[in-house]
């Protein structure tokens, strides 16, 4: 049996992964949390993977001023690396 883990997934060179990746940790039970730190392309494979986050409940932040999600600091964004079991990059 495996554990359930709190992971935060930095999305920084490839968001639509990252967001795939985030969701599917769900599946094993683990709570994963996004923070994206470049822009977010209006896509549409974007847009279904945002719609799987939320159906998910993954809880999704950014680093990049004006996005339509809560915008995370360099403070928030340490304590949040610090506070995770577990930090992916993607």
């Known amino acids: 049996m495996v554990q359930a883990k ?3 997934m930095l999305a920084r060179r490839d968001p639509t992964e990252a967001m795939r990746v985030a969701a599917g940790l ?3 039970g683990h709570t ?3 923070v994206f730190m470049v822009p977010l ?3 549409p494979e974007n847009t279904e ?3 799987l986050l939320e159906f998910s409940d993954v ?3 950014t680093t990049v001023p004006d996005q339509t ?3 995370v600091d360099a403070d928030a964004l340490a304590t949040a690396i610090l506070a995770a079991d577990t930090v992916i990059t993607i």
Request: net charge negative; no cysteine.
């Open 32 to 34: 994963p949390s996004m």
């Open 41 to 43: 392309a209006d896509t």
């Open 69 to 71: 999600m809560p915008h």
């Open 49 to 51: 993977m945002a719609e």
């Open 6 to 8: 709190s992971i935060l």
């Open 26 to 28: 769900t599946i094993f």
């Open 59 to 61: 809880e999704s932040k």
